[in-house]
């Protein structure tokens, strides 16, 4: 316990690495089409009041909690004198090797893409050529496997390196890269004709579409877009020295996440309606709309492989996130950072196995309804992570307030602002998540 524990270069580096554990697959790929699947706008302003309530104030939670015992997930409870709720670190171990396991199926799918458009595979390709091109790509049996398991060595790679000149490093330089990138496609994808009724629908809200499921997939997908409930953030909180702004570091962070959903959203929507696809696809939306469009514009064949890069990167800086807290927790245990990184990493390649079969061999294994795929996304998203943060606020708003406040209004003003963030740590957090989960799970009605 007497090692240096390693520290964030600056601020801003915190910043940014958090942004791209935030920023990720669920952002560009996910946001998107479930957007897509619920109804649109309506989907979208539920899914930001979420964001900028719970969602917000549990991810200044988890930093400051992090900060102020500069310890993983399992081990802070301890240290803050409630090892019971340390229970919050040991899900998100399980949380965090279940949603690795779907992640790095879809993140090794990037890097086909990368390949296939840099080798002009895609070239003269409409709509319909495409969405039976991804669909047999990922029913094949050992490809999407190897493209996986190359994801999860890139993800050990980066963790093997370390806090400052791995994961911040990558952070500072690709973050803003992306979001460049993202308005291009934004740009091309509004000006296509008949982008206008992609637009409608990602902008005139139809409240008919909502019901308790559509609630939960976007309290899950909040929880899952700001990378909460599982100790991530905590854990990257943990690397913080005492000096800086926790709250406005997480407002940034949650605008920056924000920004980019909202952007990818209007990169893929209206190129869909232009294209006459459907927007409820599902996964699938973002690998076969976006090709559409890079097929369909100037420089496509540039765009095309550079954007697949991006979001391989996006990904990677997101899937690191979920490997840290694992070395985090481990090496209290007196294992290595290589030992846990490398052993980790396996365990996740092997449990990407079942996922990525759950497109082929494995489409008719269904558990609860649900392929091993879509189970790994459910029980994590919709249900683990809204717990994890549900725990999380009681535990910053009820066990340790003075703490809490103390940390988070370092000169001791007690503003408005921390007074709302207690409020709804205390009552609007636990009351809401609780009530979602039980509406989403069919159990109470509304
Ligand atoms: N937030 C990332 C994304 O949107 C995924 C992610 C990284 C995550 N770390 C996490 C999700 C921790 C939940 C918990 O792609």
């Given at each position: 316990m007497s090692i240096k524990r390693e520290h964030w270069g600056s601020r801003l580096g915190f910043i940014m690495a958090t942004a791209g554990s935030a920023i990720g697959l669920g952002n560009i790929w996910k946001f998107p089409y479930m957007a897509g699947e619920n109804g649109g706008a309506a989907f979208i302003i539920i899914y930001l009041a979420l964001v900028f309530t719970i969602g917000l104030s549990v991810l200044l939670a988890e930093i400051m909690i992090g900060r102020s015992t500069q310890s993983d997930a399992v081990t802070a409870f301890k240290k803050l004198g409630h090892g019971g709720f340390s229970v919050v670190g040991y899900m998100?171990?399980?949380?965090?090797?279940?949603?690795?396991?779907?992640?790095?199926?879809?993140?090794?799918?990037?890097?086909?893409?990368?390949?296939?458009?840099?080798?002009?595979?895609?070239?003269?390709?409409?709509?319909?050529?495409?969405?039976?091109?991804?669909?047999?790509?990922?029913?094949?049996?050992?490809?999407?496997?190897?493209?996986?398991?190359?994801?999860?060595?890139?993800?050990?790679?980066?963790?093997?390196?370390?806090?400052?000149?791995?994961?911040?490093?990558?952070?500072?330089?690709?973050?803003?890269?992306?979001?460049?990138?993202?308005?291009?496609?934004?740009?091309?994808?509004?000006?296509?004709?008949?982008?206008?009724?992609?637009?409608?629908?990602?902008?005139?809200?139809?409240?008919?579409?909502?019901?308790?499921?559509?609630?939960?997939?976007?309290?899950?997908?909040?929880?899952?877009?700001?990378?909460?409930?599982?100790?991530?953030?905590?854990?990257?909180?943990?690397?913080?020295?005492?000096?800086?702004?926790?709250?406005?570091?997480?407002?940034?962070?949650?605008?920056?996440?924000?920004?980019?959903?909202?952007?990818?959203?209007?990169?893929?929507?209206?190129?869909?309606?232009?294209?006459?696809?459907?927007?409820?696809?599902?996964?699938?939306?973002?690998?076969?709309?976006?090709?559409?469009?890079?097929?369909?514009?100037?420089?496509?064949?540039?765009?095309?492989?550079?954007?697949?890069?991006?979001?391989?990167?996006?990904?990677?800086?997101?899937?690191?996130?979920?490997?840290?807290p694992l070395v985090a927790f481990f090496s209290t245990k007196g294992f290595s950072r290589a030992q846990i990184t490398i052993a980790s990493g396996f365990l996740t390649f092997l449990m990407g196995i079942p996922c990525s079969l759950s497109f082929g061999l494995l489409s008719d294994f269904k558990i609860i309804d649900r392929n091993f795929f879509d189970l790994m996304d459910f029980l994590t998203a919709n249900l683990m992570l809204p717990i994890g943060g549900m725990l999380i606020a009681i535990f910053a708003g009820w066990v340790i307030t003075p703490l809490a406040i103390r940390e988070v209004s370092g000169e001791g003003d007690h503003g408005l602002l921390t007074k709302a963030w207690i409020f709804i740590l205390r009552f609007v957090a636990p009351i809401a998540i609780a009530l979602i989960l039980l509406s989403g799970l069919d159990i109470i009605q509304f």
């Open positions: 998100g171990i399980a949380a965090a090797f279940m949603i690795l396991s779907f992640y790095c199926v879809v993140a090794g799918w990037t890097i086909a893409y990368i390949i296939k458009f840099a080798s002009g595979h895609f070239v003269g390709m409409g709509g319909a050529e495409l969405g039976a091109e991804f669909g047999s790509f990922i029913a094949a049996p050992v490809k999407p496997i190897l493209y996986q398991g190359g994801f999860v060595i890139l993800t050990v790679i980066v963790v093997l390196g370390g806090i400052a000149n791995g994961i911040e490093r990558a952070g500072k330089i690709l973050m803003p890269l992306l979001f460049v990138i993202l308005i291009a496609l934004v740009i091309r994808g509004v000006t296509l004709p008949g982008a206008e009724r992609g637009l409608e629908f990602f902008l005139a809200p139809d409240f008919s579409k909502i019901t308790g499921s559509t609630i939960m997939a976007a309290l899950g997908q909040a929880f899952f877009s700001l990378s909460l409930g599982m100790g991530a953030i905590l854990t990257y909180g943990s690397y913080l020295d005492k000096t800086a702004n926790i709250g406005k570091s997480a407002s940034q962070v949650a605008f920056l996440d924000t920004l980019v959903a909202i952007l990818a959203g209007l990169a893929i929507l209206p190129a869909v309606f232009a294209f006459n696809m459907d927007p409820g696809a599902g996964p699938g939306l973002t690998f076969v709309t976006l090709p559409a469009v890079f097929s369909a514009m100037p420089g496509g064949y540039i765009f095309g492989p550079l954007f697949f890069c991006l979001l391989t990167i996006a990904a990677l800086t997101s899937s690191v996130s979920l490997l840290e």
